[in-house]
């Protein structure tokens, strides 16, 4: 066992004396140790702990027998606990959870799980990512469906999203896409309110909302089961800093959704062996053998961010530090905010003189050279710069001073 990973935050529930003791925190992760780091809507750093975890487990396993009974031990435990952790992030069961490997297979399962009919109608907002308005092209092309584009991308408040989103599903909308926390604009979507004001909309069959929750899920505090989404994709390797290669979906009991993905961890099997159905929890979309060692991981991430408070004391956190960098960027000559005011959560878009993507790839490259890390959204055109619970204001201050010097 390495020395990292018996620190005593390997304890989930851990707690700390001294709440966003940030000198403490951040000496935690080797990746900000010398970086103004605004990246973590792209991937969170790994913190010391998760990167020895990781390690040890696989050391472990080899220590076990790679296919012995005790690595079978190991992983079902190892896969229980994340499954139950990611569950309490969510405020859901831990039945609920499809274990994934990343956001976009999430939404894959729920978007082609959905029982498509030529004429069905599926409503996407413009500010989806690439991997999923993929999937939907595809899809629409394949049954026949009809997408809706909603846009969004020009809209900077929440409600005005909410109304936009409910004004363009009609009867035969069978299926809404959407993101929770816009990875562009860095609005949060009103679910609850969403959802009540989408079940009053009379619908020609079932109609159900998924959401791209990439930037979400880590960020701000959540309870799923009071949101009334019927799926909800994840990853772990943004805002909870778990490792690449780990993520999750949420499928509410009850939703209308079958396998696409089907494989030996989805099913059961009889006295023989014989396939004789799928689980009935969330197991039954996943498929095969997976890195699991990267699932303690994932678990000792989270168990790491607990340490520093509770989701919403992240939270708060988080918003704090993103309303300090938007205030201080609205000091720079040259410099445009996208948000007219406080940023819902921690991204803060912001643009450089004409906003060309030239100048801005410019800025990103220019900026990485100094250690400063932010990146270039291409819709609407803009920096993206992130803040965490841990990012502090010496970093935004950074930030801001290499835009002046540059800006002259
Ligand atoms: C909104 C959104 N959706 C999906 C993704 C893709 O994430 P993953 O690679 O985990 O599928 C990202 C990543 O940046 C994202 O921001």
Not at 104 to 111: R, S, V, Y
Not at 138 to 159: N, P, T, Y
Not at 359 to 365: K, L
Request: hydrophobic residues 40%.
């Amino acid at each position: 066992m390495s020395q990292a990973a018996s620190h005593p935050s390997a304890s989930p529930g851990a707690s700390h004396p001294h709440p966003f003791d940030l000198k403490r925190c951040r000496a935690d992760y080797p990746a900000l140790r010398d970086k103004a780091y605004f990246n973590y809507g792209g991937q969170g750093p790994l913190s010391a702990g998760a990167i020895a975890t990781i390690s040890d487990a696989f050391q472990e396993l080899q220590h076990l027998g790679p296919f012995g009974r005790g690595a079978g031990d190991w992983v079902e435990r190892t896969t229980a606990q994340l499954r139950q952790a990611l569950a309490t992030e969510l405020g859901v069961t831990p039945g609920t959870i499809t274990l994934t490997e990343n956001v976009t297979m999430g939404c894959n399962i729920a978007l082609w799980g959905v029982d498509w009919k030529p004429g069905d109608r599926l409503l996407l907002s413009d500010c989806e990512h690439p991997g999923v308005v993929g999937t939907v092209q595809e899809i629409a092309s394949r049954f026949s469906v009809k997408v809706d584009l909603c846009e969004l991308a020009h809209l900077r408040d929440g409600a005005a999203i909410a109304a936009a989103v409910i004004q363009a599903i009609g009867p035969n909308t069978r299926l809404v896409v959407l993101s929770h926390l816009l990875w562009n604009t860095g609005v949060l979507l009103p679910v609850a309110e969403l959802t009540r004001a989408m079940a009053a909309i009379p619908a020609a069959r079932s109609r159900q909302l998924l959401l791209d929750a990439a930037q979400s899920v880590g960020s701000i505090p959540l309870n799923l089961e009071e949101l009334g989404v019927d799926f909800y994709a994840f990853t772990g390797h943004k805002w909870l800093c778990g490792p690449e290669g780990t993520g999750g979906l949420y499928v509410r009991p009850g939703s209308d959704l079958r396998p696409t993905f089907i494989g030996w961890r989805g099913v059961t099997v009889d006295a023989i062996g014989w396939t004789n159905g799928l689980r009935d929890d969330g197991r039954r979309h996943e498929v095969a053998t997976s890195a699991y060692p990267l699932y303690a991981g994932l678990s000792r991430a989270i168990a790491d961010n607990n340490r520093w408070g509770s989701a919403r004391d992240r939270f708060e956190r988080i918003k704090t530090i993103a309303a300090y960098l938007w205030q201080r960027l609205g000091e720079v000559p040259r410099v445009t905010r996208l948000q007219l005011q406080e940023p819902d959560a921690g991204i803060v878009p912001f643009w450089v003189d004409d906003g060309t993507p030239q100048i801005h790839q410019r800025w990103s490259a220019h900026l990485e050279q100094q250690g400063i890390f932010v990146r270039t959204i291409a819709h609407p055109p803009c920096l993206r710069a992130c803040v965490h619970h841990f990012s502090s204001e010496g970093d935004c201050d950074r930030l801001v001073a290499a835009l002046e010097a540059g800006l002259g």
